[in-house]
């Protein structure tokens, strides 16, 4: 009887790890799919609808995971302040622009960041301090011609956002 027991314990365990790990994994990626048509960026003429990623969690998640991403929609990232910023693109699954800003300028920029960056382990860093990081598809700031020292226009939704995080 004791045998029986144990068995059934281990796989009440076993279910309860399961639902708690399901549980993590359907609200982590649950952010990424809530999206505010009113949050938005407009990059050198281009719209850009984003995701907003604002705390530590959202840093580290980020767009793993994610399949695709429509060509208009990208993820902003915003920090409290202005620092070197340094990026890994863990678990990514498409290849991404990230365009790094300070005061809505952009101050830099990695292209066509592949998916094989995930195995290498490659940080992507700002030359320069940043408070704001936004990653799109790849191929996006070369078909709008973004570059190093273009402004973009933030929505008024989305500079409230900024103003109270900051």
């Known amino acids: 009887m004791q045998l029986k027991k144990s068995k059934n314990t281990f796989n009440l365990h076993i279910i309860v790890i399961c639902l708690i790990t399901l549980f993590f994994m359907l609200k982590t990626f649950s952010f990424a799919f809530e999206l505010n048509k009113e949050d938005y960026a407009v ?10 990623a604002d705390t530590p969690e959202e840093h580290l ?25 340094a990026f890994w693109m863990k678990n990514m699954e ?15 920029i990695h ?20 408070d704001v990081v936004i990653e799109v598809n790849a191929g996006f700031c070369d078909k709008y011609d ?7 226009y933030l929505s008024p939704d989305l500079k409230s956002k900024i103003i109270k995080f900051n």
């Open 146 to 152: 973004v570059k190093m020292g273009n402004f973009i």
């Open 61 to 85: 998640q980020g767009l793993m995971g994610v399949k695709s991403l429509p060509e208009n929609f990208g993820m902003i990232f915003l920090f409290d302040k202005a620092e070197p910023r």
């Open 43 to 52: 990059i050198n003429g281009k719209k850009v609808f984003l995701y907003i």
């Open 111 to 130: 292209k066509n960041i592949s998916i094989d960056a995930v195995e290498k382990h490659t940080l992507y860093n700002s030359i320069y301090k940043s």
């Open 94 to 108: 498409i290849p991404i622009d990230m365009i790094f800003l300070k005061n809505k300028k952009i101050v830099n």
